[in-house]
């Protein structure tokens, strides 16, 4: 949950600077016994007053809402993915043939309606088959609702990702609204280090001791590391 956002358009309203703390950083450098608002508050002082505090991105407001909704289109597309896992494994259970049949199309999903001979089995996986027809009607109208977003958010970069082989419309606007604001990165290994397509090496008197800090930076460009590269290739100058 990002519950930041109502404090930065608090500050933004009434001219008041507003910078987001990056809590990974923060634990590390602040981390104690103790530990209460009064205690996280002077620490945090004292970190802004010496210029150590950790910067995080603050995420322009225009956009938060979408990319919110982007996100929970996809959680909703995960647990899709399990549903059709189910039936998968429901047929296995019960020594049936494997139905080879692609249940995102609707004609597939008709036609395990009549696989199972159990009344009950097949009521099980008739719950989700109607599961995933609600998802694949409401989210055919997010993606065309989160496009027209980004058409008006960011056109330019909206059209030259998909103009890049491979790459469709949910990944465009995955890339588009996870990196955001692409020239606050310095170089390209800053942007490959956001995108976690780097692992930072823990070394001490010239020995490494494996890797660290596998959890900072964007999760979800993680998943999409391979687009990410053609990114970082083919378009980083360019944006």
């Known amino acids: 949950m990002h519950c930041w956002y109502w404090v930065a358009d608090f500050c933004e309203e009434h001219a008041v600077d507003f910078i987001l703390g990056h809590a990974l950083y923060m634990k590390a450098i602040h981390g104690g016994k103790a530990k209460n608002d009064r205690i996280d508050s002077f620490k945090i002082a004292n970190l802004i007053r010496g210029g150590n505090f950790p910067l995080a991105y603050v995420y322009p407001k225009e ?5 919110d909704l982007l996100r929970r289109r996809m959680k909703i597309v995960r647990h899709g993915a399990h549903l059709k896992a189910h039936v998968v494994n429901t047929t296995s259970q019960y020594n049936l043939p494997p139905n080879k049949v692609n249940l995102k199309n609707i004609c597939a999903r008709e036609k395990i309606s009549s696989t199972f001979s159990d009344q009950v089995v097949q009521k099980n996986v008739d719950l989700d088959i109607a599961i995933l027809d609600c998802y694949a009607k409401e989210l055919s109208k997010i993606e065309w609702f989160i496009e027209q977003q980004a058409k008006q958010h960011n ?4 059209h030259i990702l998909k103009s890049i082989s491979g790459i469709g419309r949910i990944l465009a606007l995955t890339i588009i609204y996870e990196v955001g604001n692409i020239s606050r990165f310095e170089s ?3 942007f490959a280090s956001y995108a976690r397509l780097v692992k930072c090496k823990a070394e001490s008197a010239g020995k490494s001791y494996g890797t660290q800090g596998n959890k900072i930076g964007n999760a979800h460009l993680k998943k999409i590391r391979g687009h990410v590269y053609c990114i970082i290739n083919n ?4 944006f």
Do not use: D, E, G, K
């Open 188 to 190: 390209v290994q800053n």
């Open 235 to 238: 378009l980083f100058i360019s």
């Open 63 to 67: 956009m938060r809402a979408t990319r």
């Open 155 to 158: 056109p330019v970069h909206l």
